[in-house]
């Protein structure tokens, strides 16, 4: 079953603008991923943050997590026509020998 | 990054045959591998666990006799959809990890198949 749960299922804006993604999860984490999903694609790994860090960057992106809520953001800032794809996040569960349980997915649409 | 290349990238095949899925770690060992079904604009349904040298560890509601998985070295995972039927058409991805002292905790994808049984 999957852990997380991820929110908006879809998102559609205009290239310049800010995405946000949010992903909930439901069990102590060790460390949380988002990975990117281009149509007909392997995924490819963007971040991860580790259950002691609140915040990371990487680029144009952004990701929060909040262990006491249990939830997970990824912001794309000045979004490109290129950055139009899936993104997942993924936990690494205490206790579940590093297996990894991916989200439902946002799919990303940006307009040029 | 570490590298997964998985083919072939698309096959069609008919009702009843075979087909054959390779995944290889190219620049890493990958004592675990993954594969996983996706279904369109859905997430990645973890099949089955690859284990290197031993039998491998099937999600609940997986058939092992249909799905079959051969982790024969530490760079090489197959997965044969054996008897395959319309219903099996679907896209399916494997990964893997690195281990040991190479360990990151990030999982690096194959490219994905696209399997279509007609």
């Known amino acids: 079953s999957q852990q997380g749960e991820e929110d908006p299922q879809a998102l559609s804006i205009q290239e310049g603008e800010n995405a946000t993604m949010n992903c909930s999860y439901k069990?102590?984490?060790?460390?949380l991923q988002w990975y990117r999903q281009n149509s007909g694609r392997g995924l490819v790994h963007l971040i991860l943050?580790?259950?002691?860090?609140r915040e990371k960057h990487s680029g144009r992106l952004r990701v929060t997590l909040d262990t006491s809520k249990k939830s997970s953001s990824l912001l794309i800032t000045a979004s490109r026509a290129a950055d139009t794809a899936s993104y997942f996040c993924?936990?690494?569960?205490?206790?579940?020998?590093?297996?990894?349980?991916f989200g439902g997915g946002t799919r990303l649409m940006v307009k040029p | 990054g570490a590298v997964v290349s998985q083919h072939p990238s698309w096959v069609i095949c008919k009702s009843g045959t075979s087909v054959k899925i390779e995944c290889r770690s190219l620049?890493?060992?990958?004592?675990?591998m993954f594969w996983y079904r996706q279904f369109p604009k859905q997430s990645l349904m973890l099949m089955a666990t690859?284990?290197?040298?031993?039998?491998?560890?099937?999600e609940q509601g997986v058939e092992k006799d249909k799905f079959l998985i051969n982790h024969a070295s530490l760079t090489l995972s197959t997965l044969t959809v054996t008897s395959a039927h319309p219903e099996d058409s679907s896209f399916y991805i494997c990964?893997?990890?690195?281990?040991?002292?190479?360990?990151?905790?990030?999982?690096?994808f194959g490219e994905g198949s696209r399997l279509t049984v007609l």
């Open positions: 990964s893997a990890r690195t281990s040991g002292t190479a360990y990151t905790g990030e999982l690096f």
């Open positions: 069990t102590s984490i060790n460390n």
């Open positions: 943050i580790r259950s002691n860090e």
């Open positions: 993924a936990t690494d569960a205490l206790g579940a020998g590093n297996m990894l349980t």
């Open positions: 620049d890493f060992q990958a004592t675990t």
């Open positions: 690859s284990n290197e040298g031993s039998k491998a560890t099937y």
